[in-house]
């Protein structure tokens, strides 16, 4: 029961404190944008003559993951900045006495509060995702392979971030928490592009930078999980090696054990959260 | 085995009749090398109203969080109601104004009470969160947002948050702290109501007036430690008359001597009526007095506030030190 009102109280501060029209403005931006960038593209004429279909539908693919990195930034900087002020600011302002002293356990205000998060995370990149496909197939008419997938990856990587965020909170400043969440996130996605010209040059070393940051904090795994679905599968082919280096590219789809691994990663982070939570004085 | 144990133990204590609203026992806790609460035991009756006193730093908000589960004790028991402080159920029935009132000040003054009723799993109609707000001089604002609310008006709405779901402890942590003298008044009213329907009454508060107004019994704590603690009657049970008289020769200062310990001389004294004086000393030693001759100008009966008491005993002067 105190989940519950503790995650409609999470998504009622999301809409009241205004995050939802902050996201919806920043989305529609890059909607926009994105819609007049693929609708040149049809036509677009390079110095080897007009596009033809194919190359088109390959370089929207390029062009579509790399939009919706963009969109899977919003996400996770929207996130991680509410999860942030979520306990850390509660606590700091006062707002956490009146609502502990009620008979309710603490693990389930916080599952209460990251419950709210999550749907409020996957909600926005379902729905700005799924927005994003069609301007996209309005513009070149390229539908990504595996839509429900990918969008279902981008969530978990939204969710692996703000399970971060909300550990972080616990211990440290909400504003603080939000910072470091994003840093983390950004930091390793850099690795992961590291890791992968490592691949491509065959430096075994550099390679496992990404593959051991990956393992660390899985936003950058899912992330290229959730390009390999959103790709045209005949792009690979066409880049060859070089599709190794390049960061918009994913060329093979996540395997079993790193999904399971991720959600080890996510339950770990979470229970370590609600350990620190229900020790600390309030 | 353990948690099988606790379970019985605490079905045990939850069938014996009227526990205490409040029972602590050797509350201790430390913040890194400072020791803010030491052995504090306490208890507060069913009904009662037990004001905590005591200087700044004394522990009293720590010893009122570690009551309602928000700080970790170092060492101690506390029960609520009957039921360990550690099980969240004990705060069923308990309403808490904490010292630093916040409430989401994205949400409107009805929702924020809506929110605590249903945290405290009692239902509330609408008409009925508007009229708990009135009752704290909120009318008309229960649709605002608590963000414009003033400090004041936000202790106010703490006080209508506290008494959600019908409490049967109430634990005011500074309740006047942003009020106005109205809105003190007015707070103590709030709490003679809750002591005349039977509900238990915390109250850390500085203003000692007030605590002396409307509280059975006192708790002083001081660096930590339970200094003194007990009924005004114990604790300001030194009772004393002034008088002014003429003519006083030996007999009479003797029959003065014999009513309670005798300070002062000429034409004025004090004397310090016995503990258990049932009212009789002093029309009797009046009466004597006239018998013996003694022309009696003024007698004025006189109590040590509970102000002085509070300073007497911070200050180390506490001579019979009530525990």
């Known amino acids: ?282 | 085995m353990v948690a099988e144990d606790t379970r019985a133990a605490a079905r045990l204590v939850a069938e014996l009749p009227a526990s205490p609203a409040v029972w602590c026992s050797g509350l201790r806790k430390r913040y890194g090398r400072r020791t803010a609460v030491d052995e504090v035991s306490f208890t507060v009756g069913r009904g009662e109203v037990v004001g905590l006193l005591g200087p700044n730093g004394a522990g009293k908000t720590s010893v009122i969080k570690m009551l309602l589960g928000l700080v970790r004790a170092d060492a101690g028991e506390v029960m609520l109601l009957g039921r360990p402080g550690h099980d969240p159920q004990s705060r069923l029935r308990v309403g808490y104004l904490p010292e630093l009132f916040r409430y989401q000040p994205w949400l409107t003054a009805a929702e924020v009470l809506a929110l605590h009723a249903r945290l405290a799993r009692v239902p509330m109609a609408e008409a009925e969160g508007r009229d708990r707000l009135t009752a704290v001089g909120l009318d008309g604002r229960a649709g605002d947002r608590v963000g414009g609310f003033s400090k004041g008006m936000q202790q106010r709405l703490g006080l209508a948050v506290a008494l959600v779901g019908g409490p049967e402890l109430v634990v005011l942590d500074e309740p006047t702290s942003a009020l106005d003298p109205i809105g003190r008044a007015e707070v103590r009213d709030v709490v003679l109501a809750l002591k005349a329907r039977g509900v238990a009454v915390l109250l850390n508060s500085h203003l000692i007036g007030e605590v002396e107004r409307v509280c059975d019994r006192v708790v002083i704590l001081d660096q930590g430690r339970v200094a003194a603690s007990g009924t005004l009657a114990e604790l300001l049970g030194r009772h004393e008359v002034r008088l002014h008289l003429t003519g006083v020769d030996g007999r009479a200062e003797a029959r003065l001597r014999a009513a309670g310990t005798v300070t002062g001389g000429g034409d004025r004294f004090t004397v310090v009526l016995p503990a258990d004086d049932d009212g009789g000393t002093v029309p009797g030693l009046v009466a004597d007095l006239v018998a013996l001759g003694v022309s009696v100008h003024a007698v004025e009966p006189a109590r040590i506030s509970l102000e002085e008491r509070l300073l007497g005993i911070l200050r180390g002067r506490s001579g019979d030190g009530v525990r």
Do not use: C
């Open chain 1, 1 to 282: 029961m105190s989940v519950l009102i503790a995650a409609g109280l999470t998504l009622r501060e999301a809409a009241r404190r205004r995050v939802v029209w902050a996201l919806a403005v920043l989305t529609v931006a890059l909607l926009t944008l994105s819609g007049w960038g693929f609708s040149r593209l049809a036509g677009l004429d390079t110095e080897f003559g007009d596009l033809t279909s194919g190359q088109a539908r390959m370089v929207a693919s390029q062009l579509l993951n790399l939009v919706m990195f963009g969109l899977s930034l919003i996400a996770a900087l929207g996130t991680a900045f509410l999860a942030g002020p979520t306990l850390a600011g509660d606590i700091e302002s006062g707002m956490a006495l009146s609502m502990l002293a009620r008979p309710v356990r603490r693990s389930a205000v916080l599952l209460g509060k990251w419950l709210g998060l999550v749907a409020f995370g996957s909600g926005y990149v379902a729905v700005a995702g799924l927005a994003q496909f069609l301007v996209v197939r309005w513009a070149v008419g390229y539908w990504p392979p595996d839509p429900a997938a990918g969008l279902a990856l981008l969530a978990g990587q939204t969710v692996v971030l703000l399970t971060l965020a909300l550990l972080l909170s616990s211990v440290i400043s909400p504003m603080a928490s939000g910072v470091v969440a994003v840093g983390l996130f950004g930091a390793t996605w850099v690795a992961g592009v590291v890791g992968g010209v490592g691949q491509a040059l065959g430096n075994e070393g550099v390679e496992r930078v990404g593959t051991v940051s990956r393992v660390l904090l899985p936003t950058d795994g899912l992330w290229r999980g959730a390009m390999h679905a959103f790709q045209d599968p005949s792009v690979l082919s066409a880049f060859d090696v070089a599709a190794e280096g390049f960061p918009f590219l994913s060329e093979a789809p996540l395997t079993v054990a790193y999904l399971l691994w991720a959600a080890v990663w996510v339950a770990m982070v979470w229970g370590l959260t609600a350990l620190v939570f229900n020790r600390r004085d309030i």
